[in-house]
């Protein structure tokens, strides 16, 4: 018998969100309240990497907790973003009682159904609120599929650039990148200490995710290097989050996923500004 999946709605995640951002001291960004969430609700594999319809850049959990931080911000004042993308509870927030989740999320449905009767217009068309899914990483999804059309030699050149404003030196391709990934090796330079690293990028569609044996692949390919970084377009799963971090392997992993790496390079000035700004030249001309 096929196995029945239940899938919390967005009305069960605001709990969740709001435990995770008191747990992480009252502000989190979005990848790090998606992770505190599935830890504090033990979702497995099923729930984490199901892709949502009509998506290809994120999960139906991600989807999901999109609407949860929407409805907590907008009909709770429970939260609010700033313009890196980071979530703060507000002093509403901080005061909720998550003893009392079915008052809270009662709250919630009551300012809902008095807010959505209010419609906004958009290209000449009324739009109700209920249609409306604020995600301040939205940019992202747009990014991620610049990347990832991008042409190999055009990838390879944006991960080496990423990597040099990050602190790397000597940044060298050791592999080919026609698998959608690149490998090579680098110095990374912190301060008055630098030390040679191991680098993986995979391009793929965020339905693609990276498993444990992608990472242990990945570490079996080191020689006289104890550190690597793993990078993708995508997501890491739960199991090859838990093989990266397995200290008795005995060489290190950092993993950074789709949404951590438009955050490095907007930090970085890659392509796209601090103010969320994508240069399409930049990337077309790689």
Not at 47 to 54: C, E, F, H, T
Not at 123 to 150: H, P, R, S, T
Not at 237 to 249: F, G, L, Y
Request: glycine share 6%; net charge positive.
């Amino acid at each position: 018998m096929k196995k029945i999946i239940k899938f919390p709605d967005h009305f069960e995640l605001i709990i969740p969100t709001i435990k995770a951002l008191k747990i992480m001291g009252g502000s989190a960004t979005t990848d790090e309240i998606t992770n505190k969430v599935i830890e504090i609700e033990k979702y497995d594999d099923e729930i984490i990497n199901a892709p949502q319809k009509g998506d290809k850049s994120r999960t139906q959990l991600e989807y999901r907790l999109a609407w949860a931080r929407t409805y907590l911000k907008k009909f709770l004042n429970g939260i609010e973003d700033t313009s890196r993308g980071l979530w703060s509870l507000t002093e509403v927030g901080q005061k909720l009682d998550i003893s009392d989740s079915k008052r809270i999320i009662s709250d919630v449905k009551k300012n809902k159904n008095v807010n959505s009767k209010i419609y906004f217009k958009k290209n000449g068309n009324k739009i109700n609120l209920d249609e409306i899914v604020e995600d301040v990483d939205a940019w992202k999804d747009k990014l991620l599929n610049i990347i990832i059309d991008c042409s190999p030699k055009s990838f390879e050149l944006l991960t080496k650039k990423m990597l040099r404003e990050s602190g790397c030196i000597n940044v060298e391709v050791t592999g080919k990148p026609g698998d959608k990934g690149i490998d090579g090796i680098a110095i990374l330079r912190l301060g008055l200490i630098s030390f040679p690293i191991k680098f993986q990028c995979k391009r793929y569609q965020k339905t693609n995710f990276i498993g444990p044996s992608d990472i242990r692949e990945f570490r079996g390919s080191f020689a006289n290097i104890d550190k690597g970084i793993f990078i993708t377009t995508t997501r890491f799963t739960k199991a090859a989050i838990e093989e990266a971090a397995d200290s008795a392997k005995g060489k290190t992993i950092d993993l950074i996923d789709g949404n951590r790496f438009c955050d490095l390079l907007r930090q970085y000035k890659v392509g796209i500004s601090e103010e969320i700004v994508i240069d399409k030249e930049f990337f077309e001309n790689l």
